[in-house]
């Protein structure tokens, strides 16, 4: 075949890179067959690469011309070479230029645009053609004919240019690669021993340099040995892997009806193989830790209406079920709260405009209130019916004389008054050493409330407490399985330390011990159903005693220690009712308060800090679960605090 018959024409600016049209001229010297020289297009004509762009950017339709090329091209052959008995040379050199023609363009093309994957290749390769081939090499069959592949070449347009997002296939790994690569890494060497910093990432003292790569393990070994990856990330990475994991078993086995059914079995499975709480974790530890003490505050307790006076009483009623906290103080007002952690609305207001509130208490069974202060007389609040009674001044008369009762005319109080724990009898300490046993009844309003009984005691009563003895030592913390023999006793101590055990049932003294250094006692109270006995004194010294200050004969009765953190007289001793936590308070230092573990008998150093705005404390009380604590201060507000180890709100 003749190569100057099919002699490309010449451009006239050959050596211009592109026209006034902005194409890219083409030299057509030593163009072979299937070059594009011969098939020059004029100056207003736009070739493939434009018409693409046009159809990207303005939307126009793609239409390619490579159909047309080979129509133009066969003319070409035929006019130059003829057409008898040379089709299959024309076959042959159509399919090659048409390989050419696609060849040349996508090269132009992608001179202009291309990608950058990031990850240098050996030969690049764009739709399929090496970029450095001007021509394809075709494999010949055994025959001479092409190769099947070759000879059936699709030739349906496809777009110049392929962004990396394209050309991943299905097969590429779900797991992210480095986003980059530093190809000096391999080269490096790094001294471990020359540098003081780098020693540490030895393993052995003989180490000394190491790659690249090593290096950098060292450097992130190092990093998790310092910063160990959290447990609460590789349990969630562990649960998400477990789920992946199944429902990819499933999806492959059922349809989606089945996986929606086949995670509700899980999970009601692993409800039923599991021994703790629905509602609440059950991994919550039940012993409180002596060192550390986690308080979250909330809102004051009364800040729905707060007293106009100090806060004289604080109590939580006694039923767990009931959230209801009572203030009470000499602005003659009880107020009811319902206690939720948040709002803490107000349920009820009562006013006793003839009783001076100092003391007020829930009964026992939580169906009334007794108030009681520098009078006579109680008032009984019903909490059922809402109704307010007041007892008759006569009652005292049921005993033999005034000079007996204690209870002379114009010097009559009821300020120190406790319950019995079944709530049948009330102990009212009266003057000269007098302690009265008030029959209440088997109801609670305590409205036909008598006499029964009189105890005389050396010195004036100075506080009253009710206590059981029991018959083999400390009963077990929270176990109301004990089967220790009770008995009702009554505890009544003297401003000189001096306590009295009464028989309540034989109205006589069992026994009587003294207070060990505790001179001027102001208070006493026992937690744990006996396990434990407090006695707070005017120097600030809190002894606390074993079940054995009621249980042993012994006179000589000894403090299990004596708690010194205050310095000012004590005023409240409180413990909650799972006997872990004591509150000491005295009222006339501000923010004077301390929490006391027990058993350990030392005093919580997180809490309370010398931010905590507690005031002169008056009052404090925890609530049935222990997880609240209510703090009475001097100005009028109940502080509400939440022990988070007895329950999170």
Not at 25 to 36: D, I, M, N, Q, R
Not at 360 to 387: K, M
Request: proline letters at 6%.
């Amino acid at each position: 075949m003749q190569s100057t018959a099919l002699r490309p024409r010449k451009d006239k600016k050959p050596n211009s890179k592109r026209s006034k049209t902005g194409k890219h001229s083409k030299s057509t010297k030593g163009f072979p067959v299937g070059a594009v020289g011969g098939l020059r297009r004029g100056k207003d004509e736009k070739d493939d690469e434009e018409r693409y762009l046009e159809s990207v950017l303005f939307g126009a339709p793609f239409v390619p011309e490579v159909r047309r090329d080979r129509v133009e091209l066969e003319s070409v052959l035929k006019e130059n070479v003829g057409g008898s008995g040379l089709e299959h040379v024309m076959d042959n050199d159509v399919s090659g230029q048409q390989r050419g023609l696609d060849d040349i363009e996508l090269i132009s093309t992608l001179q202009l645009f291309f990608a950058d994957s990031g990850v240098p290749e050996s030969s690049t390769k764009f739709n399929g053609v090496d970029e450095g081939d001007s021509r394809v090499d075709e494999a010949e069959s055994p025959t001479g004919n092409p190769a099947p592949k070759d000879s059936h070449r699709d030739l349906s347009p496809s777009p110049p240019f392929a962004f990396k997002s394209q050309q991943a296939g299905p097969s590429s790994s779900n797991k992210k690669g480095p986003a980059w690569i530093d190809p000096s890494d391999s080269t490096v060497q790094v001294s471990l021993a020359n540098d003081k910093r780098l020693r540490k990432l030895r393993e052995d003292p003989t180490d000394d340099v190491v790659s690249g790569k090593q290096y950098e393990t060292k450097l992130r070994e190092q990093f998790e040995r310092i910063n160990p990856v959290p447990a609460w990330t590789t349990a969630a990475r562990e649960r998400n892997h477990n789920k992946t994991r199944k429902r990819t078993r499933r999806s492959s086995s059922s349809s989606a009806s089945s996986l929606r059914s086949g995670d509700a079995r899980d999970h009601i499975d692993d409800l039923l193989h599991a021994t703790g709480g629905i509602i609440e974790s059950s991994d919550r530890p039940t012993l409180l830790p002596p060192t550390q003490l986690m308080v979250h505050r909330l809102r004051d307790a009364n800040q729905a209406a707060r007293s106009e006076s100090e806060v004289s009483s604080v109590c939580f009623h006694p039923s767990p079920t009931v959230p209801v906290l009572l203030t009470a103080g000499t602005d003659r007002r009880l107020r009811l709260f319902n206690i939720d952690g948040l709002t803490n609305p107000l349920l009820q207001t009562l006013f006793t405009p003839t009783l001076p509130i100092t003391n007020a208490q829930f009964h026992p069974s939580g169906q009334s209130v007794l108030l009681t202060g520098a009078r006579p007389y109680y008032i009984c609040y019903d909490l059922q019916s809402g109704a307010a009674i007041q007892s008759s001044r006569g009652i005292w008369s049921s005993a033999a004389s005034s000079s007996v009762d204690g209870m002379a005319e114009g010097d009559r109080s009821m300020e120190i008054c406790k319950f019995s724990d079944d709530g049948r009898m009330l102990a009212v300490a009266g003057r000269r050493g007098h302690i009265h046993l008030l029959d209440w009844g088997k109801g609670s309003s305590g409205a036909n409330g008598q006499i029964i009984a009189t105890l005389k005691m050396n010195g004036s009563v100075k506080d009253l407490v009710w206590c059981s003895s029991a018959g083999s030592g400390p009963r077990a913390l929270g176990d109301p399985t004990s089967t220790a023999t009770t008995r009702p006793q009554l505890m009544s101590m003297s401003n000189e330390g001096e306590l009295y055990v009464w028989d309540v049932g034989s109205r006589r003294c069992v026994k009587t011990w003294r207070d060990d250094s505790a001179f001027g006692a102001n208070t006493i109270t026992t937690g744990g159903r006996g396990a434990y006995y407090a006695i707070g004194a005017s120097t600030g010294i809190v002894n606390v005693y074993g079940s054995d200050a009621i249980s042993s004969p012994s006179t000589s009765i000894k403090p299990l220690k004596a708690i010194t953190n205050l310095t000012t007289p004590i005023s409240t001793v409180r413990f909650d009712q799972t006997c872990q936590v004591m509150a000491i308070a005295g009222r006339q230092k501000k923010d004077e308060l301390r929490l006391i573990h027990l058993p350990s008998l030392t005093s919580f150093a997180n809490w309370p800090t010398a931010g905590t705005p507690l005031g002169h404390v008056t009052s404090v009380d925890f609530s049935v679960g222990s997880e609240y604590v209510a703090i009475g201060n001097h100005r009028g507000r109940v502080l509400l605090y939440n022990l988070k180890h007895f329950g999170a709100r």
